[in-house]
């Protein structure tokens, strides 16, 4: 059975940075694109960063030049450095991503998302 389990949130003040980190397990072949979602309260759920199997990646305006999204391919684990946090950057924190694996003898491919991680910055 596949799982993503987020690891690395918690409480931090304001301009301090914390490092997620994302653990992909199970009968996994390969991982193609990865991303990192937030969601604050009262608020939608939104893309922060993605990373393609190659490496190439994608921010949204609000964390450039702050976040680093980062993966290791033979661990299959995925990162978020998270430099200069700031009040409005809590939220809980979402790993995605896309899969290549076996379910007994079949080969799937499907979109898995871990439990999250609470990210408080305070002021």
């Known amino acids: ?3 993503l389990v987020e690891s690395g949130g918690g409480l931090i003040q304001a301009g301090g940075s914390l490092r997620l980190s994302c653990a992909a397990s199970g009968s996994i072949v ?7 979602y937030r969601q604050a309260p009262r608020k939608q759920r939104e893309l922060v960063a993605a990373i393609t ?8 305006d609000s964390v450039k030049g702050r976040f680093t999204i980062s993966r290791d391919n ?15 950057d809590t939220a ?3 790993c995605n991503a896309d899969l290549n694996f076996f379910e007994s003898t079949l ?4 979109d898995f998302w871990g439990q999250g991680t609470q990210v408080t910055v305070s002021s």
Request: net charge positive; aromatic share 16%.
């Open 92 to 94: 809980v924190y979402y």
């Open 1 to 3: 059975q596949v799982q």
């Open 74 to 88: 033979a661990k299959n684990t995925l990162y978020l450095q998270m430099n200069s946090l700031k009040p409005e």
């Open 53 to 60: 199997s190659g490496g190439s990646t994608n921010y949204a």
């Open 30 to 36: 390969s991982i193609n694109e990865m991303r990192w």
């Open 107 to 110: 080969f799937k491919t499907n």
